[in-house]
């Protein structure tokens, strides 16, 4: 199992560097993205492939351990982002309303691709 | 995303202000992006191909014959496959049947049974004349493990009569019983069962298929170089020949299925005749003399001279002169007889150069089952000799019909995935 951990966090790795060229991580992250975003495919691979075995079993492990990395590097970065997006529009929301209480404020728009 | 297209901006608009030295940036730019389209296209291809194999039944047979293949093809288990292999454990087991004892040899993942879906499939193989018991085939064994390691439940089943080289539908109460076994062991779901019969065992196995005890349960049957109908079978012998897409060519039948039809003739014949038979089909035993078939019943005689092939223009005549109960024999020992009382889908396989059984059984099991509308496939290949892979193929040849036992592969798996 040591061997095929370390094939899967691999693979993690591999999809992180495909995500860093699909650039599909927050320019806010600066530099540190092009090492972020392997390490977060390389433990998705992981959860995923441990998971499968005891899921569906070994055989199709490095299959669905494939597919985690995948949605792990997509979706990671787009929750950190919806969630520090939706926090600034809380904070200017509450700002907003101390400054000018009488205000008319819309729903805030949900985070965008 | 927005902080992506924030970045494109903050390019576009330094290309602008760049000037001259600029000219080469907005190519930059463009090979930029197409190579952030091909990265994610390969990812959204990533994502469907591990999602697939993984999470759909399909997907999951797919990835058992993906792994399952190579193995068969080079009749042994390549090293980085080990990689993924459930740890087996190997028992075997002797179960009372109709006809005496029948042997299983269990080929079981030791792995807890995975959650999704609950329970593991099962393959309940039976190998043929001989004695299969132990490690004495090990092409054999190769598939078994390839099996079990990718968390199936094997059993191999050797019958008491298949044992003795001889045919008998004794044999099925045996396969019935080891299909029960299976169906009933732990973390086997009993409708994701299935059979393979192999050679002279195809049609005790379809016969089991039809017994009322399992008969709705067997999710598919596999006949790897199996007969459909004895008496053409036997035709076969006596003209020394087969009639292949309306042309006759010739055909030299090995020693074994010949002495496995004079075993089974030899029990309804008189005892001389009957020792004599088995005798000269023996592998190297003495030739009958002129004085030996002088004695001989015109049934034992008709028996000798089909498998002898010497009375080619004969051939007709003589099955009609062995014993009528040799002849109600080969009826119930047909799948032809009973094709329609098999309930579960039925895949053949048959190597074209087959010198054991002709392949054009095959070919017509598969014509009467498209008659009836029953579901079936057949693949016909090159790389076997009979049943076990030849030794020293070509990558070309083995790639070759790689497709075909794929198909059938990736067909048997999906009840048990």
């Known amino acids: ?113 | 995303m927005e902080n992506e297209a924030q970045e494109e901006t903050k390019e576009a608009s330094s290309v602008l202000v760049a000037g001259n030295a600029a000219h080469a940036k907005p190519k930059r730019t463009r090979i930029r992006r197409l190579g952030n389209i091909v990265a994610r296209v390969v990812l959204v291809l990533l994502f469907g191909v591990g999602f697939f194999l993984s999470m759909l039944p399909q997907g999951r047979a797919t990835a058992r014959a993906l792994l399952i293949l190579p193995t068969v093809l080079l009749a042994s288990e390549p090293a980085p496959l080990t990689l993924v292999n459930d740890p087996v454990r190997y028992t075997q087991m002797a179960i009372p049947s109709r006809d005496g004892t029948t042997y299983l040899d269990i080929y079981a993942p030791t792995t807890p049974t995975p959650l999704i879906p609950g329970t593991r499939g099962g393959m309940l193989i039976v190998p043929g004349v001989g004695d299969y018991r132990g490690n004495a085939v090990p092409q054999l064994v190769n598939l078994d493990l390839a099996l079990a390691h990718t968390g199936l439940v094997v059993i191999n089943v050797t019958a008491p009569t298949l044992r003795k080289y001889n045919l008998s539908t004794q044999d099925s109460d045996g396969i019935v019983q080891a299909f029960q076994l299976l169906a009933h062991w732990p973390g086997v779901g009993a409708d994701r069962v299935g059979i393979l019969g192999i050679s002279g065992a195809g049609p005790a196995t379809c016969l089991a298929a039809t017994d009322p005890r399992i008969r709705d349960q067997v999710a598919f049957i596999a006949l790897l170089g199996s007969y459909f109908d004895a008496t053409t079978f036997l035709r076969a012998f006596g003209l020394r020949a087969l009639t292949v897409d309306g042309r006759t060519q010739p055909w030299h039948p090995q020693p074994t299925p010949l002495m496995v039809m004079a075993n089974f003739i030899a029990t309804a014949l008189p005892h001389y005749d009957g020792t004599l038979l088995v005798h000269a089909f023996t592998p190297g035993g003495p030739p009958l003399t002129a004085s030996d078939l002088a004695h001989f019943s015109p049934a034992g005689l008709a028996a000798y001279r089909l498998l002898k092939g010497d009375e080619p223009g004969q051939t007709d005549a003589n099955i009609a002169a062995l014993p009528p109960e040799v002849r109600k024999q080969l009826a119930e020992l047909s799948p032809s007889t009973f094709i329609d009382k098999i309930h579960a889908p039925i895949y053949l396989l048959h190597d074209r150069n087959d010198t054991s059984i002709p392949f054009t059984e095959s070919r017509e099991f598969a014509a009467a089952l498209a008659r009836i509308h029953h579901p079936y496939d057949l693949a016909e290949f090159g790389i076997f000799e009979h049943v076990e892979i030849r030794s020293g193929l070509g990558l070309g040849q083995l790639l070759g019909d790689a497709p075909n036992l794929f198909r059938i592969l990736n067909e048997v798996l999906l009840p048990g995935s």
């Open chain 1, 1 to 113: 199992m040591l061997i095929l951990s370390l094939l899967w966090l691999l693979v993690g790795i591999l999809v992180g560097l495909l995500a860093n060229a699909a650039r599909l991580q927050p320019a806010s992250w600066g530099r540190q993205r092009w090492l972020v975003i392997p390490g977060i495919g390389a433990l998705s691979a992981l959860i995923g492939g441990w998971l499968c075995v005891l899921l569906l079993g070994r055989y199709v492990a490095t299959p669905m351990a494939l597919w985690i990395a995948v949605f792990g590097v997509v979706l990671v970065p787009w929750l950190r982002y919806g969630w520090a997006y939706a926090l600034t529009r809380r904070r200017s929301h509450q700002e907003s309303k101390s400054t000018s209480p009488t205000t008319m404020t819309s729903g805030d728009p949900s985070p965008s691709q």
